[in-house]
């Protein structure tokens, strides 16, 4: 019998890159605070992971960050920067309680007094979108250009390769900076950028692997029996073609986290104040030696990511190998 236990490889990256959807899934439930909200950054700048303040909301509307609170006859006195200052009962609203609540920041404040944890947990909804579907934009175009090179005569496969071929020549970085510059900068545009750009090698992929695949003894077989190029299509080629396709476009998912996050460190992604990991590695630049947790959690999660799409890919190489996914019927 087949060994059905699935590769450590594969159940390491799976835990992984599912542990990251569920955090990225939950993060308006797990996240301390709203990812661009500045409480009184005049105290709040550049905290470091574990501060805890207190907050004191103002009959304004604004949050008062205090160092601790002192309830007094009238109203409160704060402790700011090590000194001492009078709130009157008036300047309070109705229900904010006279001993604050606790503010929290568990991974450190960047130099605007936003969360780090926060920013980290709504970075991770829009790093992962972006990498998951620009890669599967990328693999649907390869697909599709990889079977009409293939299936489409001498001619189109030959035209198809060549222009195939004149965009590897050109580095794929290149390629995604010169087209960040022409489109306004957003997620949309970004995961159009990615899978506009990233389909060459799925492209090559694919074309290889169905030019294999015509001259098997089962699509003949299937040629025999007066099925058409459609059905063989869909029935036969395809679904074995898509096996390899995947471990490509679980590569390619890091690939492009890792893309966006280079492309937002540059300032030509997602712009601020939304953030992605890229652009909070690029505001802890300023400050790497006075704040380096600015950069280094995004820094982490990121090569977290995608170290857990890489064990994928490989698991998910072996348990095909494995199983003989290549011996086809």
Known sequence: MPDLRLPWTL?????????????????????????????DPALSHLRPPGTHLLALRLANGEVRLAEAVHPIPGGVEVERFGRRERLDERELAPESPRSGTLYRFPLGSDRFGRDVASRLLYGARASLGIGVVGSAIALLLGVLIGSAAALGGPFLDSLLMRATDALMAIPTLFLIIAFATLLPPGITATILLFGFTSWIEPARVARAEILALKGRDFIVAARTIGLGPFAI????????????????ATLLIGNLILAEAGLSFLGLGIQPPSPTWGNMISDGQGVLVQAPWISLFPGLALAFTVLGFNLCADGLRDLFDSRGSHNLR
């Open 233 to 248: 299509y869909f029935r036969h080629i395809l679904p074995n073609v898509w096996t390899p396709m995947l471990i490509r």
């Open 11 to 39: 159940r390491a990256g799976l835990a992984i890159v599912g542990l990251l959807l569920l955090t990225a899934l939950a993060a308006p439930w797990l996240a301390p605070h709203d990812p661009n909200d500045q409480a």
